[in-house]
Every structure is written in structure tokens, then in C-alpha cells.
């Protein structure tokens, strides 16, 4: 019997909704396999800045560094502001101090009526997004400005360390899956984008077995709607990944089908690419599988036999749901709630075959 200690990081708006669906689709795996789950939940987020004064008390931090892994919902409101007039991020904090330098973003079609692309089955839009997640422009995210100022400025900054590994990371990646990197970048026009390139591509001689690309961020956009069965594994900065990420979701059926995980050397943390969805939060149209999803990458990470084994369960058992075109929430065109859509998975969890 092995035991992972996760520690639970609900949120706000439609995160604690979900997070109860992974967590019941966790429990469904423990009747199947020989795992056992030590769940214990923490307060972070914009609610918990309205309760106590800190969107993320002191020692949390610590705290999660004794688990073996962390599953968090989604963070902020939109009437929840610092003076500068940004968003609690608590979860931009957890990346930037656990050094979480990767963001993963699957990108996968389940089924083809998700999709608003003609012609897409499923598994044919199936790639990564790997996103850097400690510079880039969010680098000047606790900047402020002056409001008697005629301008604001923000900095992008790209390091040779920060490039270097989430290059790396996405080369490792590749290796695992079709062997093609892109690099999505602004090189003709910013000089730290032109760094960044220079960087990816000393990297990439280190990898003569994998192919690979640079493609501009415009450009990108394009051929993400034109042709996203030709990427494999997409390599950017910060702020053109949080864009990309959506424009991805928008792919394979939304942002209720877009998990992500947030890995650096040591720990991980993992959550769906959306954000607390304050315009349907409390109203059981959240869709879970985006949730559900991320606990299996978080089970892949953590990547002993039986973990694995219950990625993989947790795969099908979504496959399988989703293929009744009677499964799915508000989102996917569907009429199941929140909780009825995380029982269907727990179900088929608990009664699909193990491979
Ligand atoms: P953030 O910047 O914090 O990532 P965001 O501003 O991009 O957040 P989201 O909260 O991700 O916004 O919501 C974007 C849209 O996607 C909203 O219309 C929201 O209702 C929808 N959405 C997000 N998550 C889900 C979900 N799990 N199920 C259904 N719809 C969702």
C-alpha cells in the first residue's frame, strides 16, 4: 500500500466546487488500487484575505512543503484587490517561492462534438503547453504605478537560468511523446524574446534526436486554430503561455477541459489552467473534468508504479464518461451539474478495466 500526503488548496469562486470532484474521483481510485490519499485542506485565496487579512497566511508555504504533492482549485475575485488594483494571485506567490517553473498544460480532445473546429476526432488535438512561470512579464506583477503618472511601465525579463530549464523541461518532454519543441516568441521584435531564442536553440543542439521550431506569437495564435494536430510540445514566456493556454481550452471544449500542473525541481502543485469563474461560481454548472484531469498529471508526476496506474484509470474513466454524449455541464452543452459530472467519473473509475 503506498500513501500520498496531498494538501488541498480549494480557493475561491468555482475552485472548491471542483476540488471536491477530484477529490471524490481520488477516493474512487483507492477502492481500485492499493493507494491511499491523506487529503488536508488550507485556507488561500481572496476569501481567506476577507477573513483573516492575508490571502496567504505565513507558514502555509512551509506547510506545503511537507506534503508530497499539492492540488489547488483556483485563486482570486474580481472585487478582491490589492491598492494597485491587481487581483489577489496567491497562487502566483506559491509558484514563484516552491520555484514551480514549468507551467504544463495539456491540451487533448476527448470528444469531437468539444471541439469547434471542423474535421477534429478525438485524440487528434493532443499537445503541450509548457509555460514559463517565474519571469517573463508577470515579472513586473507587484509593480504600481502613479495615477497622476502619464504612463506605466511593465518589465519582461528573461534569464539565461529561467530559459534554460523550461527549455530543457520541453525538450525532456518532447523525448516522452512525438519529438517536436516549438518555440513560441516575439524575436523580431523584443530583444529579450531574441535572448530567449538564442537560449532554445543552444538547448536544442543538446538534443539532436528532437525536432524543432520557432514560430511568433501572432503567428501561433493562427496556426493553433489552422492546424493544432501539426504542435506537439510548445515552449514561451509567461504571458503568451496565460494566452495561449486559453486559446487552447477554446480547442478541445473550454476551459472546464484544460488541466494543468505547476512543477518545479522539488514540488508540484496542480490545478486546472482556469480561474475561479467568479460568473458561474455557486451554481453546480462548474465543469470538473478540468479538475479531475489535473489530480491524474499530478499522479503521473508523481510516478511510482501505482500512481502511474492510476493516471491512467483516471484517463479512461474521463474518456469513457465523456463518450455519452449525456455527460457533461453547462459548458460542453450538457445538463449535468457540477457534482452529478464528478459521479459519473468516480463511477466509471471505480468500474472501468485497469489496463
Ligand atoms: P484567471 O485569469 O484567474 O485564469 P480568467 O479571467 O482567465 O481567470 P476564468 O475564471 O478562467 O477566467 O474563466 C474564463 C471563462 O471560462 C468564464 O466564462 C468561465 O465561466 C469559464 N470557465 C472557467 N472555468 C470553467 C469550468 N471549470 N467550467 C465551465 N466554465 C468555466
Not at 534554460?164 to 521584435?189: H, I, M, P, Q, S
Not at 501572432?218 to 495561449?244: C, K, S, W
Not at 486559446?247 to 473550454?254: F, P
Not at 508526476?301 to 483516471?314: E, F, K, N, S, V
Amino acid at each position: 500500500m503506498t500513501t500520498f500526503r496531498i494538501a488541498a488548496l480549494p480557493g475561491d469562486g468555482i475552485g472548491p466546487e471542483v476540488t471536491v470532484e477530484a477529490m471524490k474521483a481520488l477516493r474512487a481510485v483507492e477502492a481500485r488500487l492499493p493507494l491511499r490519499f491523506e487529503l488536508e485542506e488550507f485556507s488561500v485565496g481572496a476569501g481567506e484575505y476577507l477573513r483573516g487579512g492575508d490571502p496567504l497566511p505565513t507558514g502555509v508555504i512551509e506547510c506545503l512543503q511537507r506534503f508530497d504533492a499539492v492540488l489547488l482549485g483556483a485563486m482570486g475575485l474580481p472585487d478582491v484587490r490589492w491598492p494597485n488594483g491587481t487581483e489577489m494571485a496567491p497562487q502566483l506567490d506559491i509558484r514563484e517561492r516552491l520555484d514551480l517553473y514549468a507551467g504544463h498544460r495539456p491540451i487533448r480532445l476527448y470528444q469531437e462534438r468539444h471541439t469547434p473546429l471542423k474535421g477534429y476526432r478525438a485524440g487528434e488535438i493532443d499537445f503541450v503547453i509548457v509555460r514559463e512561470q517565474t519571469e517573463g512579464l508577470f515579472w513586473s506583477r507587484k509593480g504600481t504605478f502613479s495615477p497622476d503618472a502619464n504612463d506605466a511601465t511593465d518589465t519582461l525579463r528573461i534569464t539565461r537560468p529561467a530559459a534554460e530549464r523550461v527549455c530543457r523541461y520541453a525538450f525532456e518532454l518532447a523525448r516522452k511523446r512525438r519529438g517536436l519543441v516549438t518555440l513560441v516568441d516575439k524575436a523580431n521584435v523584443l530583444p529579450s524574446m531574441a535572448f530567449f531564442r538564442m537560449i532554445f536553440r543552444e538547448v536544442a543542439s543538446a538534443y539532436p534526436d528532437i525536432r524543432s521550431e520557432c514560430v511568433y506569437v501572432d503567428a501561433a495564435g493562427l496556426y493553433l486554430v489552422q492546424r493544432p494536430h501539426t504542435f506537439d510540445v510548445i515552449v514561451t514566456e509567461n504571458m503568451f503561455g496565460d494566452i495561449l493556454s486559453d486559446l487552447a481550452a477554446a480547442l478541445i471544449g473550454g476551459m472546464g477541459m484544460a488541466p494543468s500542473g505547476d512543477i518545479g525541481e522539488r514540488y508540484g502543485v496542480f490545478q486546472p489552467s482556469h480561474g475561479s469563474a467568479p460568473d458561474i461560481a455557486g451554481q453546480g454548472k462548474a465543469n470538473p473534468v478540468a479538475m479531475i484531469l489535473s489530480a491524474a498529471l499530478m499522479l503521473e508526476w508523481l510516478g511510482r508504479p501505482d500512481a502511474l496506474r492510476a493516471a491512467a484509470l483516471i484517463h479512461r474513466a474521463v474518456e469513457t464518461a465523456l463518450a455519452d454524449p449525456g455527460n457533461g455541464t453547462p459548458d460542453l452543452r450538457g445538463s449535468l451539474t457540477t457534482a452529478e459530472m464528478g459521479d459519473r467519473i468516480a463511477n466509471e473509475i471505480r468500474s472501468c478495466e485497469l489496463a
